[in-house]
C-alpha cells in the first residue's frame, strides 16, 4: 500500500512538468531578425465633389425685421439651388444666427443700433465645372455669404484600394532592400496593419458681395492624393 502511493505521488509532479514542456514546445523560436518597416502608397484623382457654403445675411433695426427680410432672401437662394437642379439631399442648413448689434461709444452705456440675422447652408455641387454659374446665380438671388470650396472626391474606394497596392509593394521593396544591406534576405511577411487612408482636402476661401454677381466665378478642381500608410513587419535571415 505505502508503495503505490509513492507511485501515484511521483505520477503526479511528473503531469505538471510534462505539461510545462510541451506547452513550451508550441511557441516558435525566432533565429531570425525581426525587420519593421512604415509604407506609404498614394493614388491621384481629380475631385468631382465641391462643398461650398453659402447663405444670407441681413441687418435691420429689430429682430423680427432681420430675421424676416433673411428667410425672404434665403426662400430666393433655395429656389435658385432647386432650379439649378441641386438635390435636396444635397443642401443641408449649418448654422442660423441671431445678434444684437451695439454702438460703444467712451464713458457711455453700449447703445443697441440692430440686429443682424444670417442663415447658412453647406451644399454639394457634383458637377464642379457649372458649381461657379450656380454661385453666380445664388448672389443674384441675394446670397451674401460664400465660402469654400473644399474639394475631394465622392467615390473614394478604387483609389484607395490602389494606394493600399502601392503601400505594400513600396513595403516589400524596402524590406528586400534592407536585408541585401544586411546580408540577409526576406523569409516572411508577418503581419500587416493600416492605419488609415488620408484624402488631402485644400480648400480655396471666397468670399462673395453684390458685385460677385456680375463675375464668372470658375472652380478649378486640379488634381488631389489619397495616401495609405500600412505597418508591416518581415522576418529576415
Given at each position: 500500500?505505502?508503495n503505490?502511493?509513492?507511485?501515484?505521488?511521483?505520477g503526479a509532479?511528473?503531469l505538471?512538468?510534462?505539461?510545462a514542456?510541451?506547452?513550451?514546445?508550441?511557441?516558435?523560436?525566432?533565429t531570425?531578425t525581426?525587420?519593421e518597416?512604415?509604407?506609404?502608397?498614394?493614388?491621384t484623382?481629380v475631385?468631382?465633389l465641391a462643398i461650398?457654403?453659402?447663405?444670407?445675411?441681413?441687418r435691420?433695426?429689430?429682430a423680427s425685421?432681420?430675421?424676416?427680410?433673411n428667410?425672404?432672401r434665403?426662400?430666393?437662394v433655395l429656389?435658385?439651388?432647386k432650379k439649378?437642379?441641386?438635390?435636396?439631399?444635397?443642401v443641408?442648413?449649418?448654422?442660423?444666427?441671431l445678434?444684437?448689434?451695439?454702438?460703444?461709444?467712451?464713458n457711455?452705456?453700449p447703445?443697441?443700433v440692430?440686429?443682424t440675422?444670417?442663415n447658412?447652408?453647406s451644399?454639394?455641387?457634383?458637377?464642379?465645372?457649372?458649381?461657379?454659374?450656380?454661385?453666380?446665380a445664388?448672389?443674384?438671388?441675394g446670397?451674401n455669404?460664400?465660402n469654400?470650396?473644399?474639394l475631394?472626391?465622392?467615390k473614394?474606394?478604387?483609389a484607395?484600394?490602389?494606394?493600399?497596392?502601392k503601400?505594400?509593394?513600396n513595403?516589400?521593396?524596402?524590406?528586400e532592400f534592407?536585408?541585401r544591406?544586411?546580408?540577409?534576405?526576406?523569409?516572411r511577411?508577418?503581419?500587416v496593419?493600416?492605419?488609415g487612408?488620408?484624402?488631402v482636402?485644400?480648400?480655396?476661401p471666397m468670399v462673395?458681395?453684390?458685385?460677385?454677381?456680375?463675375?464668372?466665378?470658375?472652380?478649378?478642381?486640379?488634381?488631389?492624393?489619397?495616401?495609405?500608410?500600412?505597418?508591416?513587419v518581415?522576418?529576415?535571415?
Amino acid at each position: 500500500m505505502k508503495n503505490m502511493m509513492m507511485a501515484l505521488a511521483l505520477g503526479a509532479a511528473v503531469l505538471p512538468a510534462a505539461a510545462a514542456a510541451a506547452s513550451a514546445q508550441v511557441a516558435p523560436m525566432v533565429t531570425g531578425t525581426r525587420l519593421e518597416i512604415s509604407a506609404t502608397g498614394e493614388a491621384t484623382r481629380v475631385p468631382d465633389l465641391a462643398i461650398i457654403s453659402a447663405g444670407v445675411s441681413t441687418r435691420q433695426s429689430t429682430a423680427s425685421a432681420a430675421i424676416q427680410e433673411n428667410a425672404t432672401r434665403m426662400e430666393r437662394v433655395l429656389a435658385a439651388l432647386k432650379k439649378a437642379g441641386i438635390a435636396d439631399r444635397d443642401v443641408q442648413t449649418s448654422s442660423i444666427n441671431l445678434n444684437p448689434e451695439y454702438r460703444y461709444q467712451d464713458n457711455q452705456a453700449p447703445q443697441l443700433v440692430g440686429y443682424t440675422a444670417s442663415n447658412q447652408v453647406s451644399i454639394r455641387f457634383r458637377d464642379i465645372r457649372n458649381s461657379g454659374k450656380i454661385l453666380d446665380a445664388l448672389v443674384a438671388e441675394g446670397a451674401n455669404q460664400i465660402n469654400g470650396p473644399s474639394l475631394t472626391i465622392d467615390k473614394q474606394d478604387e483609389a484607395l484600394d490602389e494606394a493600399r497596392a502601392k503601400a505594400i509593394a513600396n513595403g516589400q521593396a524596402r524590406a528586400e532592400f534592407y536585408a541585401r544591406a544586411l546580408g540577409k534576405r526576406v523569409v516572411r511577411l508577418v503581419s500587416v496593419s493600416e492605419g488609415g487612408g488620408v484624402s488631402v482636402l485644400q480648400s480655396v476661401p471666397m468670399v462673395a458681395g453684390r458685385s460677385f454677381a456680375a463675375a464668372d466665378t470658375k472652380i478649378v478642381p486640379g488634381e488631389q492624393n489619397l495616401s495609405v500608410t500600412l505597418s508591416m513587419v518581415f522576418d529576415v535571415q
